[in-house]
């Protein structure tokens, strides 16, 4: 059995799993560390643009910091991790350096590289690429293309299977298709030819169910509640086998559980069409996969079918789409939800009359369901007596926006009573990033790796 695990489902989560799993299972081949959703390149860009060598999830380097003592003790436990974001390049050398203050310089760094197609998606020398329109409005890409600050394509193993194959021990990714994190190592331990549709497939299923780490093992499940440990639930490890199926399991000792109701919420999770589940590595089909009980939190599943995958890779793109702020205030006593909406639209009426209309306003009441809107019906004015009234404004022009962060302060005298919480201060002017999913032809994209030197 090849044993794989995820440490980490997203950028910010807990920087101490990763060194826990090792010292609970050391036996482990890979751990891969997931740190990119579709709005963690956007936040990169952000910080990018205040310090050019801030591309990359940093908690990363923690994470290698936390791990030293386990490899300088014999541990043979490899790392593949999509924290390079917008700069693999820059990740591996902070991690080279890491490397070398712990004594640790024998660990080979491999970087993964050609997911960046910025400068094909901004090309105004001919046509746009093929399918670069927005894949949920339709728009044409040169409604935004002046306004791209990154388009990184979903690329799939291969590249990370050569790195594996080649000695790597961390493979460093910008952004590549999350389950790919574990089916690199998997094509690489047991040699399969890129066409090995179902055992493709098979790995690709086992990526997925670990990709979201915790969730795996109880984490947003339907029955959270009932779980045992829930204060410690244990990230997912997989046991995957030549012909794709795989075991789904927890360190022993943690918290959570591994069950058949467990398993199959996450197989649902993010999937579109189950029999049609769409990866740079293979297009898989759920519809026959079987479910079976291997022990104490122990799911074997197998049955995955696999074809060819998709002509083109997603993209996800960002581009710059102006300036947004949102005050808050607490409200209570007796009509607090009618206080607090009453107060935020006077904001708005205010602001209109000095001649500053927005792009967009949205005035919300915590806890009358604003959270959902149009999903839970919102609760009755009358039964609270407190809410959380947030006023929202986006709008191209920052001066517009930072007129609107003046607004929130003098409700404490002007609005109603009860008026309390105003403990964050003025607001702050927020870029906005907007979100452009397209697609682009493969024989477009080169993906790579090399080692860092």
């Not at 050391?26 to 860009?45: C, G, H, N």
């Not at 043979?76 to 712990?102: K, M, S, Y």
């Not at 002509?311 to 209570?332: I, N, Q």
């Amino acid at each position: 059995m090849f044993r794989i695990a995820n440490a980490s489902a997203f950028w910010g989560d807990q920087p101490g799993a990763a060194a826990r799993l090792a010292s609970l299972e050391p036996d482990l081949d890979f751990l891969t560390l997931d740190y990119l959703a579709e709005v963690s390149l956007s936040i990169m860009a952000i910080v990018r643009a205040k310090d050019p060598g801030a591309g990359f999830a940093r908690d990363f380097i923690g994470v290698v910091r936390s791990l030293a003592p386990f490899w300088k003790s014999g541990g043979r436990t490899r790392i593949v991790t999509n924290a390079g974001g917008l700069d693999p390049v820059g990740c591996a050398r902070a991690v080279q350096a890491e490397l070398a203050a712990n004594g640790l310089e024998r660990l080979r760094i491999a970087v993964v590289t050609g997911d960046d197609v910025l400068a094909a998606m901004k090309d105004d020398s001919g046509p746009p690429p093929a399918g670069s329109a927005n894949l949920e409005t339709g728009e044409p890409l040169s409604t935004v293309a002046g306004r791209l600050v990154t388009a990184n394509a979903y690329i799939g193993a291969g590249a990370i299977a050569e790195a594996v194959r080649a000695g790597a021990h961390i493979v460093i990714t910008g952004r590549v298709a999350d389950p790919s994190l574990t089916v690199g190592p998997c094509i690489a331990r047991f040699g399969w030819r890129p066409d090995d549709w179902d055992r493709i497939a098979g790995a690709t299923v086992a990526g997925h169910l670990i990709e979201c780490g915790t969730q795996a093992c109880g984490g947003f499940s339907t029955d959270w509640l009932g779980l045992p440990g829930a204060s410690d639930i244990g990230f997912p490890i997989v046991e995957v086998a030549d012909d794709g199926s795989c075991v789904l399991t927890k360190a022993a000792g943690t918290g959570g559980a591994v069950n058949f109701q467990v398993v199959r919420e996450q197989l649902l999770y993010e999937v579109g069409d189950p029999g049609a589940y769409l990866s740079p590595d293979a297009c898989v089909s759920f519809l026959s996969l079987r479910l079976g009980d291997a022990g104490e939190n122990r799911v074997r599943v197998s049955g995955a079918r696999g074809r060819q995958p998709p002509p083109a890779y997603k993209v996800s793109a960002a581009y710059r789409d102006g300036f947004k702020a949102h005050g808050l205030l607490t409200v209570f006593g007796n009509d607090a939800v009618k206080k607090a909406r009453h107060a935020g639209e006077a904001i708005l009426q205010r602001l209109g009359q000095a001649g500053f209309a927005y792009r967009e306003t949205l005035v919300e009441c915590l806890g009358t369901g604003a959270s959902v809107r149009g999903i839970a019906t919102r609760m009755s004015d009358v039964h609270l007596i407190e809410t959380v009234l947030r006023v929202s404004v986006s709008d191209p022009s920052r001066e517009k926006v930072e007129r609107f962060t003046r607004e929130i302060a003098p409700l404490v005298t002007s609005g109603p009573q009860g008026v309390t919480g105003y403990a964050t201060g003025r607001p702050g002017v927020l870029p906005v990033f907007g979100y452009w999913p397209c697609l682009i032809d493969r024989s477009a994209v080169r993906p790579e790796f090399a080692f860092v030197n």
